[in-house]
């Protein structure tokens, strides 16, 4: 029987709030997909709900621009877990505990739309410590 931690991978990044630093999350996604091989047009999908979810964090947590954001990949048997969260001021996006309609795609709910459209399922909330949590699933 396989140990639980020899079941799952898990990678953690953290970066800048900056725009300029999401690229870092894409990358470090590109490499675990070599571990576990995904079809391209999943990876793309992955990578775009993975931009959108870091975006937020780097737009709302911070208003001075400081701080930094904590990305984790979680990759498992039958699924991928990405999760982004930031000690920022937190923000409860429009619409994110209902379906979204094509009138509520407003800038700033394209992209929880989007990320809800690519994973299985997604969580959005504050965090013990304060701040913002994004996680969303995706079986594989």
Not at 8 to 19: F, G, M, Q
Not at 26 to 42: C, I, N, Q, W
Not at 106 to 128: H, P, Q, T, Y
């Amino acid at each position: 029987m396989a140990d639980v931690a020899d079941a799952s991978r898990t990678v953690r990044l953290t970066i800048p709030a900056k725009a300029e630093y999401i690229t870092l999350s894409r990358l470090a996604l590109t490499g675990l997909s070599r571990v576990r091989p995904l079809p391209d047009d999943l990876l793309a999908d992955l990578k775009l709900a993975l931009t959108e979810a870091c975006s937020n964090s780097v737009r709302h947590a911070y208003d001075d621009g400081e701080g930094h954001v904590e990305i984790s990949f979680e990759l498992l048997e039958d699924r991928l877990v990405i999760e982004v969260s930031d000690d920022g001021s937190g923000f409860e996006p429009e619409g994110a505990g209902r379906e979204l309609g094509a009138g509520d795609l407003a800038e700033g709910g394209l992209g929880i739309a989007i990320i809800r459209s690519i994973a299985d399922e997604l969580e959005i909330g504050g965090r013990e410590s304060g701040g913002s949590r994004l996680r969303f699933v995706k079986r594989l």
